[in-house]
Each structure stands twice: as C-alpha cells, then as structure tokens.
C-alpha cells in the first residue's frame, strides 16, 4: 500500500513538473528594467532608428522563448540589451550634437559681437586721443606765465629752482652738443646759461629765462636727434641699451638726456678712483664702446655747495677712466648741488646726493 | 529563424569581419580604456560564437556575431559621442571666454567714452590758443610778445556707441 502511494506521488510530481513553465532567462528581466530606464526612454526619441531596432530585437527574443528556444532567446535578448545601450548613447551622441551647433552658432555670433566691440573702442580711443592732443596743442601754444617779483621766501625757493633749471640746461645743451658738435645754436644757448648763472646773487631770480634756457636746450637736443629718429622712428634704441645695463645689475634709468647709471664713493681719500670704481667705469667703457652711437656724458653731483675745482678733476679722471675703456665720445661737467635726489636737509640726504651720473646719451627720440 | 534572418540582414553580410574590423579600430591608446566595456562584451560575444561554430552551431554561432557587432557598434558610437562632447565643451569654453571678453571691453567702451567726454570737457574749458595766460602769481607780458592768435581746432565729431546686448 506504501509502495503504491509512494508511485502515486511520483508520478503526480512529474506531470506538475511538466506543465510548469519555462523560468524567463535573467537577461529578460536586464533588458524589461533597460527597456523601462530614464535613459531608454528618451532615446525613443533622439534615436528611434536605434531604439526600433532594440524593440525588434526584444520581439525577436520573446517570440524565441515563446517558442521555447532558450538559447536563441539567450542571444536574442543580450542583442535587444545592447542596441538598448546603442539607442541611449546614440541618444547622447544627437544631443552633443545639436548642442554643438547651438554653441558654434553661439560663439559665430559672440565673434561677431566681439569684432564690433573691438572697433567700436579703438574708435572711440582715436576720437579721445585726437582730442587729447587737441587739448596739450592748445595748452603748449598758451604763453609761459610772466613770474613777478614776490616775497624773500619764495624768491629764495626760486633762486634753487633756477639753479636746478640752468643746471638741467646746460646738461641738456651738452647732451645736443654731444649728438652733433657743430650744432650752431647751441653755443648761445650754453653762453646764455651761463649769463644766468652769474645773474643768480642778488634776487629778483631770472626764472621765466631759466625756464626758457631749458626749454632751448631740450628743443636743440630733440633737433638733433630727429635725423636719427626719422631714419628709424621704431629702433627703441635707447629701451635696448636701458634692458641691456639692467640686466648688468647697474640700475639705469631713462631721462631727457638718455639712460643714466648712478654711481656712488668712486674716488679713495687720496682722490684718486678706487678698484671697485675702476671696474665699474671700465664696464661702462665698454658697453659704450659696444655702442658708439651713445657718446657719454658723465656727471659730478655733489651734497652741498657750488661746483669745485676737486669736481672738475673727479670728472676729468672719470672721464679719462671711461676714455680708456674705449668709450668713443665722453664729455664731463659738475652740477655742484643743483639737482639732489633728496631734500638737502633730510637725514642721510648727502650720501645720496654726492654721487656720479654717467648718462649714454640717447641719440634718438624712438 | 525569421529573427536571426532580419538581425543579419540589419548586421549587413559578414556581421564577424565587421565587428573585427571596428575593434581593430577601436584599439587604439586614445580610445582603449574610454571604450573598456563594451569592447570586452563584443571580444566576449565574438568567442562565444567561435566555440558555437566549433561545435557545429552555426544559427547561434551567427546571432553571436551579430551581437559582437552590436557591441562594437555601442563602442565606436561611444567614442563618437565623447569626441563631440569634448568639442562642446572646448567650444562652451571659447564662448565663455569671449562673452567675458565683451563685458570687459563694454567696460573699456565706457571709459573711454568717459575719457573722451572729459578731454572734450576740457577742450570747451580750455581758455583759446592765443588767450590770455593764468593770472596768479603772473603779470602781463608785453603786448608784442603775445602769440598770434591760432585757429581753434576742428571739432571733433564724437562716436556713439552702437552696443549690442
């Protein structure tokens, strides 16, 4: 009786076996949540070739299974999966795309913007410059103010500004001397100067004619740079040699004469140019050498008082030192203390103010 | 039998000389680790259909090739895509850049307008070329002295700024 029931129960359990269905392979579930997924979704629309062709291939994988062909179903739906993957990127592809050509039109016409942009300034900077120049034409051709006479302090203050002024005329005048020796109008203008300065005892101080004198110089040292600078108005002679010194540790700067190296303490207490000095002005020798076109100016600048005998020497030597370092042109002259660097009456002004300025004067405005 | 008919028709002649051809494209250093997973899938398909066609299996061995294609296309789209992507964004950079670029030069029209407002200001201010000198601390100098009187300058005509926004 236990044998048969035991039969019985066998064979039920077969038949159920046998009617049961088929489990769908796990790669149907994978391409069901594909299929359902954000991105998916959108490729229906930004790639419906794509996403047609995963639909076919999902069909294709039911109708397998239905037909209880397992492994095609297999392939089938890892096909639907992966032209499901192919619709989503060429989905992203079509939206690269498209906004691409948004932004290439976007930047066509920030170009656009942009160039007018770009005239529109410079225009506008032509006009404000032009006006610019209107305004410094006009303000040049007013006549220099006429200085009346006026109190004891202030013509105690103008008596110094005098001696600075004449001091930076003559510089000046020897600088357009230097360029072109024979530059006739500048002996007048040096024995003007000098008139000037025998004027500056007594008050009223001759500033209107100071002024003029400088004027007169800075004038002829431009005249006779202008052959050079018409030659070649873009040569930047001068930015060269300034780039070349500081590269060489010398501290230039650039004025109206040229560019101009501050040297300090050359000579020992026997007046005579120490080593370091000696080195330091056969340096300069050189690069003039190097650079014939710059004749030399070098000057003596002392803390306190007029211009001595000792500075005429001191610049004599220091004109000789740079002579035979093979400076081709070199013209000396002392300034006493016309032109300090610092108020002479600050703190630690006279180690300032004493010093040497060899100036390579510029033989060109460009 | 109708659905590998049609996903040959859609893989074209020779889905296996595709795919391998595409994946010998796709192995380049440039694009290599870019396109990892997908290549795998299709080396994985097209060995997979290489044992089916050893085995004799060649219906299957025929939808492995295609899916091997499938996957090789995935691949080459992928790399079209992040080509187009990287382009974007270079060309959203430039954009970026020069709409900055605008606004500062918008900013810079402004001054120089402002600039050109005030020298025009002065100019009108200006006392004439050949007109008395400043009065303080001066006296008159000798009639015979005094410069001709000069021509004013032409007048300028002033641009407008034709912004776009």
């Not at chain 1, 404000?128 to 109190?151: F, I, Y």
């Not at chain 2, 994985?44 to 899916?67: F, I």
């Not at chain 2, 200001?121 to 004439?128: A, G, H, I, S, Y």
């Amino acid at each position: 009786m236990l044998l048969r029931n035991s039969f019985s129960f066998a064979v039920l359990s077969l038949s159920v076996a046998a009617c049961a269905p088929t489990p769908r392979p796990e790669v149907m579930r994978e391409v069901d949540a594909a299929r359902a997924s954000a991105a998916v979704q959108a490729a229906a629309k930004g790639a419906p070739q794509a996403y047609a062709d995963a639909e076919l291939r999902r069909t294709q994988a039911e109708q397998a299974f239905a037909e209880d062909k397992q492994a095609s179903a297999q392939i089938l739906s890892e096909q639907a999966l992966a032209a499901y993957t192919r619709a989503a990127v060429q989905a992203r592809l079509a939206r690269a795309r498209a906004a691409l050509a948004d932004e290439q039109a976007r930047l066509a016409k920030a170009t656009a913007v942009q160039t007018d942009l770009d005239a529109q300034q410079q225009r506008f900077l032509l006009e404000a410059e032009a006006l610019e120049t209107q305004l410094k034409v006009r303000r040049d051709a007013q006549p220099l103010p006429v200085n009346a006479p006026a109190s004891a302090e202030r013509e105690q203050a103008r008596l110094t500004a005098v001696k600075a002024l004449l001091s930076q005329a003559k510089l000046l005048c020897m600088a357009a001397r230097l360029l072109e020796p024979n530059r006739e109008s500048v002996g007048p203008l040096l024995g003007k100067v000098d008139d000037l300065t025998g004027k500056l005892r007594a008050p009223p101080a001759p500033i209107d004619d100071a002024v003029a004198a400088r004027s007169g110089c800075l004038k002829e040292l431009t005249l006779a740079r202008r052959p050079a600078t018409q030659k070649n108005p873009a040569a930047g002679v001068a930015d060269a040699l300034l780039s070349e010194l500081s590269a060489g540790s010398l501290l230039p700067f650039r004025d109206d004469r040229g560019v101009v190296v501050t040297l300090r303490a050359l000579f020992n207490a026997k007046d005579q140019l120490n080593s370091e000095a000696s080195t330091q002005l056969d340096t300069l020798g050189k690069v003039a050498k190097a650079h014939p076109e710059f004749p030399l100016l070098a000057v003596v600048h002392v803390a306190r008082g007029n211009a001595s005998t000792r500075d005429a020497t001191q610049a004599a030597a220091i004109a000789d030192a740079l002579r035979k370092s093979g400076a081709p042109h070199v013209a000396a002259e002392t300034a006493g203390s016309a032109l300090p660097v610092l108020d002479p009456a600050r703190p630690g002004a006279s180690e300032r103010n004493a010093r040497i300025e060899v100036v390579f004067v510029s033989p060109s405005s460009s | 039998m109708l659905g590998v008919a049609s996903a040959a028709r859609a893989a074209g002649p020779d889905p296996a000389a595709e795919a391998q051809s595409l994946l010998a494209k796709l192995d380049a250093a440039e694009t290599r680790s870019l396109v990892q997973a997908p290549v795998a899938k299709a080396k994985a398909a097209q060995q997979r259909a290489q044992s089916a066609r050893g085995a004799g299996d060649l219906q299957h061995a025929t939808e492995l090739d295609t899916l091997a294609l499938t996957w090789a296309r995935v691949a080459d789209d992928l790399v079209r895509t992040l080509e187009s992507e990287k382009k974007l964004a270079e060309v959203q950079k430039a954009v970026a850049d020069l709409e900055q670029k605008a606004v500062r030069t918008q900013a810079l029209i402004e001054q120089t307008i402002a600039r050109r407002g005030r020298a025009e200001q002065n100019l009108k201010n200006e006392v004439p070329a050949g007109g008395p000198a400043s009065k303080s601390e001066t006296v008159k100098p000798d009639k015979a002295a005094s410069p001709a009187k000069e021509p004013g300058p032409a007048k300028a005509k002033p641009s407008t700024p034709a912004v776009k926004k």
